[in-house]
């Protein structure tokens, strides 16, 4: 978990740095927060039982289409984008606290999970993903005689 929390905070320095280095002054210039589209981080729990890890989020507002859930080596991410309606000015707004745009988390998995079993659902707005673990198996060894 650290190291994603490193990763961050490095990608916001990095991010911080690009705007810096811009010169407002310039004609040429562009407006910062067209050019650098910050993606939100997605809320999750992650838990276990005997046989799976469950991740479970609330993602009310977006369509499973607008979803994409990639698994690779011991790493899950899910991606997507909730669309904010247009109808109301910025001005208009008395609060504004819902996130809006892309979202993305990647999660380390503790335990070796079997991905071709691999579900996940949406019901009243809350994205299901499950994992089966992998079993574990014994290799059986061969004994060979010298001769």
Do not use: H
Request: glycine content about 4%.
């Amino acid at each position: 978990m650290l190291k994603k929390k490193n990763k961050k905070i490095i990608e916001e320095a990095e991010l911080e740095e690009a705007r810096k280095g811009m010169d407002v002054d310039d004609d040429t210039a562009t407006d910062s927060s067209n050019d650098f589209e910050e993606e939100g981080q997605l809320s999750v729990d992650v838990y276990q039982d005997k046989d799976n890890i469950y991740i479970k989020s609330t993602i009310a507002g977006v369509e499973p289409d607008d979803l994409d859930i990639t698994f690779d080596n011991d790493m899950i991410t899910i991606r997507g984008k909730r669309q904010q309606d247009k109808s109301a000015r910025p001005e208009d707004y008395f609060y504004q606290e819902c996130y809006w745009g892309s979202f993305s988390r990647s999660i380390i998995l503790p335990v070796d999970v079997d991905e071709d079993r691999i579900e996940a659902t949406v019901k009243n707005g809350i994205l299901t993903v499950i994992l089966p673990k992998a079993k574990k198996r014994g290799i059986n060894i061969k004994r060979e005689d010298e001769e």
